[in-house]
C-alpha cells in the first residue's frame, strides 16, 4: 500500500523506514511466518524506498535530484567511506565483514532516503504518513502483542519456543510519533487536530515507557522543549500560553506513564546513573585511553573501524558516537564527523529564515528539528557508527531542503519582495 502511494507521493516511503523496526517486531509477534523470517520486512521496506527514489528520477530527472546535494550530504558521505577504508586497519579481523553487513542498512537509511525527498513537500508527505503509521502500530502493539520483560513477545521457531523483540527500536518509533504529534502544525481543522494530537503523545509515551527505554523517553522530551518554541511562535499572550500549555501536558503524560508503566527499579537514579558512568561513559574513556596510548599514526588515522569489538579494547562497541569516531577514525575522521554537525547547523538556519513567517512551515521545520536532536541524543547513548543511519539520513535531508528551499526563494521572489510558501517547492 505505502508502494502505491508512494508512486504518486514519494515522500510517504519515509514512514517505512520510521517505522520499520517496530513493524517488523509486530509481525513477528502475530505471525510466526514473519518471525521465521526476520529479514523480510527489511527487504520489503528497501523495496519501496528504492520505487520511491525511482519515482524522483523519472519526475525530475536524475540531475535535478542530485544537483541539489549539500555539503552536508558529501561529508557524511565521506564519514562512512572513511570509516570503510579504515576497516583496513582495524584492530579486528572481522571490520570488512561488519562493514558489508551493516551496508544494506547504510545504502537505505543513507544513500537513498534522502533521495527520496527533494522538496519540502515530500518532507511534509513522509511526516505525515510516518505519523499515520506510527499510530497505528501504537494501537497495534498496546492491544493485540503479548509483552515480556520491556519486550514484545515473539515467535521464534528457529530458537524454539518463542523470543523477546528489540525495545530500543520500539522506543524509538514511540518517539517519532510524540514528536510529530506535538509539534506538527496544520492551517485546516486546526482545532480538531488539536484535540486528537494529545491522545496521541500519551499512546506515544506509554509504549515508550512500556519498553522501558529511558534514553528514548529523556530525549524525546529534551527534544520537544528545544523545538516547541519553533513550533508555536514566542509570541503575544496566546503563543506564550500555547508553549507553557504544551509544556505542562508532556510534563504530566511523563510523570504519570512512569509512575504507571516504568520498571521502579530500572528508572531509579542509581540505576540510570550506573547505567550511563558504568556502561557509556567509562567503556568510552576506555577506547579513548586506548587510542590516546596508540602512537601519533593511531592518533591521526584512528584505530580503525570497530576496533572497539578488539578484546584488547573493550570487546563491544562504546554506545557513544563521538567517542567512537574519535578512537575508531582517528583525528581524520573525528574532524569530518564536526564538520556535518556545523554544516547541519548552517543548513538549519538558513532553513529557518525560510520557513518563519509561516505556521504549517515552521512546525514541518521544527519536527525535522526536533528528530535530529533526537536522533543525535540517542546517538550518544546507544548504536555505533554504523547503527546511527537514522540520524544520517536526516542530517542529509535538511542539507537537501536547504539546498532546494533557498534555490525556490530565489527564483519565485515576488516584485513585492515576499517569496511564496516554503511548502510549495
Same mark, same amino acid.
Given at each position: 500500500?505505502?508502494?502505491?502511494?508512494?508512486? @504518486?507521493?514519494?515522500?510517504?516511503?519515509?514512514?517505512?523506514?520510521?517505522?520499520?523496526?517496530?513493524?517488523?517486531?509486530?509481525?513477528?509477534?502475530?505471525?510466526?511466518?514473519?518471525?521465521?523470517? *526476520?529479514?523480510?520486512?527489511?527487504?520489503?521496506?528497501?523495496?519501496?524506498?528504492?520505487?520511491?527514489?525511482?519515482?524522483?528520477?523519472?519526475?525530475?530527472?536524475?540531475?535535478?535530484?542530485?544537483?541539489?546535494?549539500?555539503?552536508?550530504?558529501?561529508?557524511?558521505?565521506?564519514?562512512?567511506?572513511?570509516?570503510?577504508?579504515?576497516?583496513?586497519?582495524?584492530?579486528?579481523?572481522?571490520?570488512?565483514?561488519?562493514?558489508?553487513?551493516?551496508?544494506?542498512?547504510?545504502?537505505?537509511?543513507?544513500?537513498?532516503?534522502?533521495?527520496?525527498?527533494?522538496?519540502?513537500?515530500?518532507?511534509?508527505?513522509?511526516?505525515?504518513?510516518?505519523?499515520?503509521? $506510527?499510530?497505528?502500530?501504537?494501537?497495534?502493539?498496546?492491544?493485540?502483542?503479548?509483552?515480556? @520483560?520491556?519486550?514484545?513477545?515473539?515467535?521464534?521457531?528457529?530458537?524454539?519456543?518463542?523470543?523477546?523483540?528489540? *525495545?530500543?527500536?520500539? $522506543?524509538?518509533?514511540?518517539?517519532?510519533?510524540?514528536?510529530?504529534?506535538?509539534?506538527?502544525?496544520?492551517?485546516?481543522?486546526?482545532?480538531?487536530?488539536?484535540?486528537?494530537?494529545?491522545?496521541?503523545?500519551?499512546?506515544?509515551?506509554?509504549?515508550?515507557?512500556?519498553?522501558?527505554?529511558?534514553?528514548?523517553?529523556?530525549?524525546?522530551?529534551?527534544?520537544?522543549?528545544?523545538?516547541?518554541?519553533?513550533?508555536?511562535?514566542?509570541?503575544?499572550?496566546?503563543?506564550?500560553?500555547?508553549?507553557?500549555?504544551?509544556?505542562?501536558?508532556?510534563?504530566?503524560?511523563?510523570?504519570?506513564?512512569?509512575?504507571?508503566?516504568?520498571?521502579?527499579?530500572?528508572?531509579? @537514579?542509581?540505576?540510570?546513573?550506573?547505567?550511563?558512568?558504568?556502561?557509556?561513559?567509562?567503556?568510552?574513556?576506555?577506547?579513548?585511553?586506548?587510542?590516546?596510548?596508540?602512537? *601519533?599514526?593511531?592518533?591521526?588515522?584512528?584505530?580503525?573501524?570497530?576496533?572497539?569489538?578488539?578484546?584488547?579494547?573493550?570487546?563491544?562497541?562504546?554506545?557513544?558516537?563521538? $567517542?567512537?569516531?574519535?578512537?575508531?577514525?582517528?583525528?581524520?575522521?573525528?574532524?569530518? @564527523?564536526?564538520?556535518?554537525?556545523?554544516?547541519?547547523?548552517?543548513?538549519?538556519?538558513?532553513?529557518?529564515?525560510?520557513?518563519?513567517?509561516?505556521?504549517?512551515?515552521?512546525?514541518?521545520?521544527?519536527?525535522?528539528?526536533?528528530?535530529?536532536?533526537?536522533?543525535?541524543?540517542?546517538?550518544?547513548?546507544? $548504536?555505533?557508527?554504523?547503527?546511527?543511519?537514522?540520524?544520517?539520513?536526516?542530517?542529509?535531508?535538511?542539507?537537501?531542503?536547504?539546498?532546494?528551499?533557498?534555490?525556490?526563494?530565489?527564483?519565485?521572489?515576488?516584485?513585492?519582495?515576499?517569496?511564496?510558501?516554503?511548502?510549495?517547492?
Amino acid at each position: 500500500m505505502i508502494a502505491a502511494v508512494a508512486t @504518486y507521493r514519494p515522500g510517504v516511503a519515509l514512514s517505512a523506514l520510521f517505522c520499520n523496526f517496530a513493524l517488523e517486531q509486530w509481525g513477528q509477534s502475530q505471525v510466526e511466518f514473519f518471525s521465521d523470517h *526476520p529479514a523480510l520486512t527489511n527487504y520489503l521496506t528497501a523495496g519501496v524506498v528504492a520505487w520511491a527514489v525511482l519515482m524522483q528520477l523519472v519526475r525530475f530527472g536524475a540531475w535535478w535530484v542530485l544537483r541539489q546535494y549539500s555539503t552536508v550530504g558529501w561529508l557524511t558521505l565521506a564519514l562512512l567511506g572513511y570509516a570503510a577504508v579504515s576497516t583496513l586497519w582495524s584492530l579486528v579481523d572481522d571490520a570488512k565483514e561488519g562493514y558489508i553487513n551493516a551496508l544494506p542498512y547504510i545504502i537505505t537509511y543513507t544513500l537513498l532516503c534522502p533521495l527520496v525527498v527533494t522538496r519540502a513537500k515530500d518532507l511534509h508527505d513522509g511526516f505525515v504518513a510516518t505519523l499515520i503509521l $506510527g499510530s497505528l502500530l501504537l494501537v497495534l502493539l498496546l492491544t493485540t502483542s503479548t509483552w515480556g @520483560y520491556r519486550q514484545v513477545i515473539i515467535y521464534s521457531l528457529v530458537r524454539g519456543g518463542t523470543a523477546g523483540g528489540n *525495545p530500543l527500536a520500539i $522506543g524509538s518509533m514511540a518517539g517519532y510519533v510524540i514528536l510529530l504529534a506535538a509539534l506538527m502544525n496544520t492551517r485546516r481543522l486546526k482545532t480538531l487536530w488539536n484535540l486528537i494530537r494529545w491522545p496521541l503523545v500519551l499512546l506515544g509515551m506509554v509504549l515508550c515507557v512500556l519498553s522501558q527505554s529511558r534514553g528514548q523517553v529523556f530525549g524525546a522530551l529534551i527534544a520537544f522543549v528545544c523545538a516547541l518554541p519553533i513550533s508555536r511562535r514566542l509570541k503575544g499572550s496566546q503563543g506564550i500560553a500555547g508553549v507553557m500549555v504544551g509544556l505542562v501536558v508532556m510534563s504530566l503524560f511523563t510523570f504519570w506513564t512512569i509512575s504507571e508503566f516504568a520498571i521502579a527499579e530500572r528508572w531509579e @537514579y542509581g540505576a540510570m546513573r550506573d547505567s550511563v558512568e558504568g556502561g557509556r561513559v567509562n567503556k568510552t574513556f576506555e577506547v579513548l585511553e586506548y587510542w590516546g596510548n596508540s602512537g *601519533p599514526m593511531r592518533w591521526i588515522f584512528g584505530l580503525g573501524n570497530s576496533a572497539s569489538f578488539s578484546t584488547d579494547v573493550i570487546g563491544f562497541y562504546p554506545h557513544n558516537l563521538p $567517542g567512537e569516531v574519535l578512537g575508531e577514525e582517528g583525528i581524520v575522521g573525528f574532524s569530518i @564527523y564536526v564538520a556535518i554537525l556545523v554544516a547541519l547547523v548552517r543548513a538549519l538556519r538558513r532553513l529557518w529564515f525560510a520557513v518563519a513567517p509561516y505556521d504549517d512551515a515552521r512546525g514541518l521545520f521544527a519536527v525535522l528539528c526536533a528528530l535530529l536532536i533526537y536522533e543525535f541524543i540517542l546517538s550518544n547513548k546507544q $548504536g555505533s557508527l554504523l547503527g546511527n543511519q537514522e540520524f544520517f539520513g536526516l542530517t542529509i535531508i535538511a542539507g537537501q531542503l536547504s539546498v532546494a528551499v533557498q534555490r525556490h526563494v530565489m527564483s519565485t521572489r515576488p516584485a513585492a519582495g515576499r517569496a511564496l510558501h516554503p511548502l510549495t517547492t
